[in-house]
């Protein structure tokens, strides 16, 4: 467990936070409009190790063996020179910073953090990270990691597995969705698939069309199915001899010998991915956990919000939760992200399919 404080002067500006996985809709941008809550639990704080805000620079201007060695395999759009290992906590878990007026870049419905850092030491008045509660973007506060410094106050000895699936916790595949609807009318809200899970299945089908080696794949039936198997099939070519993937993980069954892919949860505090007892050569695809966690085992159905208690001994019978009214779709920004980064998207099929992402995406494929 740590405390952050200013490299100026040394004064706190968290309170103590211990580290997680970073979340995979970290930088998701969700929709139009739309108010997104606050990405990462209280006393938290996740790292990016890769270089993330201002300053960017454009692909033209990469060379390209650069972009390699930094594990950028296809063209983007830019690049960030930021320095990497930035710092994201909840902003209800910041201490003793103030607002930098002149850097409150956005203002859509917030900030954004587009001009640098916009919050400084209250103490020294180094600027020390940016705000981001811009709509459609997840609320967090980034501390800029060459403005400050963990100061270790307590060990914290990582959950191991089995644990850790003990106490976890799934994440629901649909929620209601909050956004602006204009100065007059205020907000509307109504049920979607949730941006966590457009994320993750973003993340996910990137590693599984490079899991799939041109062949087709079949995901397990149910809910993964739904997630996964019409942008498959979409985007792979049909044939007899698919590529098999299951979930595998804590308190599942050992995966069948001949299983070619398998879909794990990521270690919610160290980010590692499972790995089964018996060495396999199956690709594994990363999922969150709560969403691995629900996908392996679903509950039956969503409760709605509510409020108040019932009496001891009588128990709720809401209906359940309303479902989405449209397809699901994977979020093409987190797929773009994590494509780009696997060596197989040098490959001409799968350059071809990021390529032509915007007409997947017009397609409903994203």
Known sequence: MFVFVCAGCGAELTAPLSQVALPV??????????????????????????????????WEEMDPEEAAARGIHAPVYALSDGTPGAIVIAPGDTRGTRLIPEKAGGYC??????????MACETCGLPVASRIDDCSLWQAVWLAPDAVHRRPIADVVPLPWAESAAEGKGTPPFEPIT????????THHWWSWSPQWEAAAGRALAHLLAASEGRPVAVPDGLAEEVFQRSLDALLPAGPTA??????????????????ILLVPVHPQTGELWSPAEATSAYRVPLPFGVWRWLAFPEPHLSAPASGVMPDGVLRDDPPAPRPCHLFRADPGVFRHALVRLPAVRSPWLREILENLMSHLRAGLF
């Open 243 to 260: 590529r098999r993937a299951v979930l595998a993980g804590p308190e599942l069954p050992s995966p069948d010998a001949d299983a070619d």
């Open 179 to 186: 956004a602006w609807a204009g100065p007059r009318l205020g």
């Open 25 to 58: 809709h970290a930088h998701q941008k969700y929709g139009n409009g739309i108010q997104l809550p606050v990405l990462m639990e209280a006393g938290t704080f996740a790292v990016e190790p890769e270089p993330w805000g201002p300053p960017w620079r454009l």
């Open 109 to 118: 419905c917030g900030l954004d953090g587009a001009d640098g850092p916009n």
